[in-house]
C-alpha cells in the first residue's frame, strides 16, 4: 500500500489563508501593514524566481513587500548599510537577505547585522540560542514547516523515534531542536555517520536534508515511517531534467506510513512560515503576542 502524500501545497495554502485573515484583523486594528524586505544579491535565475514567488505571497495575503535587488559585484559595506537602513525603517517588520551571498561577502556578518527582531529567517545568532535553549525565539522557516508537516500525520511527537539525517545550521541543527521540544527522542546523523541505513531504519519521524539527489532508497525507510524530504535537486536523465529530492520518492512511497513529495512538499510550506514569522515580528515589534495560528 502506498503512503500518504503530505501535500504541502494545500496544508500551506490552508496556513496563508490563516495569515491572510489574521493580518486583516491585526491592521485594522492598530493601522499598521506588516512589511517583508527581502534582499537578492545578482541575478540568478533561480533566487530571481524563488524571491518573485515570496513577493507575491507577501502581497496576497495583505503585507507589504520591500524587494531590493543588488548587483554581484555589491561590496559588504554597502549591503550591511541597506541591512542597517532596513532594521531602523518601522514599516519594515522583516528583513530577509537572499543566500548564498557573492564570495566578497561574509554571511555571518550579514546575518549578524539584522536586528534579530525582525530575523523572520531565524539565522542571526541570538535566535539560534533562544531557540536550543527552549526561550522565545524566530526559528528558520524550513524546520518550522518541517514540524507543521509532521504534526499533520502525528498529532503527538512526544516519545517517538526521530532521526535528522542533515546537520546544517539553516535547516539539520534548528530542526533537531525543534523536534526535541515537541518532546521526540532525537538522533542526528550526516553523511559521515556509521550505518546510515540502520538508522533510518529505527526512526519513526525521518527527516532528510543533505543535498544528495534520491540518497536514501526505499529499504532504508522503516515501514510505517513518516518521512519528510527537504533535500531538492535537478536531475537530468534521458535528455530530460527533473526535480527531486534526498529520498528515492519512488520506493519510499511503497513503504512508508506518510511522506513529502518534491516539489509540493516542504517548498510550499516554507513561504507559508516566513509570512507568519513575518506577522509575528510585527506584533512583536507594535508591543503585542501574535495569536497561535
Sequence with gaps: MSATIIDGKAIGADLRAAIKAETARFRAARGIVPGLAVVLIGADPASQSYVASKSRAVTEVGMQPFDHHLPVGVSEVELLSLVQKLNANPAVHGVLVQLPLPPQISTKHVIASIDPDKDVDGFHPLNAGRLVTSLPAFAPCTPMACIRLIKTVHASLAGRDALMLGRSHIVGTPLAALLLKENA???????RSRDLPALCRRAEILCVAIGRAEHVPGDWIRPGATVIDIGISRVVAGGKSR???????????????????????????????????????????????????
Design 185 to 191: 527522542t532525537v538522533t542526528i546523523a550526516h553523511t
Design 243 to 293: 526535480i527531486v529530492g534526498d529520498v528515492n520518492f519512488a520506493q519510499a512511497r511503497e513503504v512508508a506510513g506518510a511522506i513529502t513529495p518534491v516539489p509540493g512538499g516542504v517548498g510550499p510550506m516554507t513561504i507559508a512560515c516566513l509570512l507568519l514569522n513575518t506577522l509575528r515580528a510585527a506584533y512583536l515589534q507594535a508591543g503585542a503576542t501574535a495569536p497561535e495560528i
